[in-house]
């Protein structure tokens, strides 16, 4: 990482942010929908008439999963260093001959 070239370690920290951004972003649709259909099976109502609920008061809604979105992107984004470490050793440890 530290040997690439500017411009390469810019666009590659970029295309990891986007895909770090989508992935929180799926991950939050994922959420939203699993909690629309758990207050559906609960509270016995349709899951249109969930979302119309929702829908009635959506700026509260759109700002919860904003900040969800927020914290996911910075949750990855710290665990990203974690990640590639524990890829590393496993890579290194398949590597390295069986003795026996």
């Given at each position: 990482m530290r040997s690439m070239n500017g411009f390469v370690r810019g666009g590659y920290e970029l295309?990891?942010?986007?895909?770090?951004?989508?992935v929180a972003y799926q991950a939050m649709v994922?959420?939203?929908?699993?909690?629309?259909?758990?207050?559906?099976v609960t509270t016995g109502l349709s899951i249109a008439q969930i979302i119309d609920l929702?829908?009635?008061?959506s700026g509260m809604w759109a700002f919860a999963e904003g900040n969800e979105v927020m914290f996911l992107v910075a949750l990855l984004?710290?665990?990203?260093?974690?990640v590639?470490?524990?890829v590393s050793h496993v890579a290194v440890a398949r590597s390295l001959p069986k003795v026996r």
């Open positions: 295309f990891c942010f986007v895909i770090v951004w989508v994922l959420n939203r929908e699993l909690i629309v259909r758990y207050q559906a929702q829908n009635a008061s984004y710290l665990l990203r260093p974690v590639f470490g524990i």
